[in-house]
């Protein structure tokens, strides 16, 4: 009785839950063989989540049933062990994880009201969001976990936040409910699930160059956009003179990042990513 999904980044490593019998099962080669990597307690498991990597796993029970409540676990090893957290047994509806897993939200909802909760160690330790309580049906977050989508189970509103769930906008539409939420790995373009059509929101997307020294070599890397940008370099600001880098960008998987390494010369030189 699969009822929850979820896969690493690259689709090779994947986490299935079963509702009735109570099993976790995990796949190392998308899908072709699996085995049982469950908790040291069985329970009527609603919902998964999984790092981009595969390692960092959550699973959660009690969303599916409206009168059984359940436990939360975290896994640092694709399943092989488990985590039991500092949460009381909920009705878990919803999990969501950062890409590299240290971020996550779980949400309490299907027909019982809660809170969205957030740990920023990898389960260690919980708090609420600045989210209402309410009966949560799905949530979704960006690679970085910084921008936020959730929705009710018999609502149209539409939960949006841009600070990893501090603080929420909310915006109502002509279709509902809502049954699922998807993000972008940069977060600046969401999709909902109703009853009648899929509704995507886009917003402009502001990926942020990050640096790094490697090996004597520069590292230029950030954040898969939802829009197209090309990575351009200059040496000269005054005037200045911006030429697109020949370099190919790599995704790097556990972060989801673009990533190029140029050499690191000593000169003066000046990165940017412009959209077309």
Known sequence: NWVALASSADGIRLLGADASGGQILTSINSGRNWITNSPPVSAPWSCVASSADGQGLMVAAGGLNNSTNGPLFTSANAGHSWTSNNLPNQYWRSLASSADGQTLFAAVGGQHAGPIYTSTNAG??????????????????????????????????????????????????????????????????????????????????????????????????????SAPFTLQGTTNLFPPDWSGVAISPTLNFTNLHYQVVVPATGAAAFYRLSSP
Do not use: H, Y
């Not at 929101?201 to 898969?224: C, N």
């Open 124 to 225: 260690i330790t919980w708090n609420p969001t600045g989210a209402p309580v309410t009966n949560w049906q799905s949530i979704a977050c960006s690679a970085d976990a910084v921008r936020l989508v959730a929705v009710l189970a018999e609502r149209r509103v539409i939960f949006t936040s841009t600070n990893s769930g501090l603080s929420w906008q909310t915006q109502v539409f002509p279709s509902g409910p809502w049954s699922a939420v998807a993000s972008s790995a940069d977060g600046a373009r969401l999709f909902a699930s109703g009853d009648r059509n899929i509704f995507t929101l886009q917003t402009l997307p502001a990926p942020r160059v990050e640096t790094a020294i490697t090996e004597s070599q520069l590292l230029l890397s950030w954040l898969v956009p």
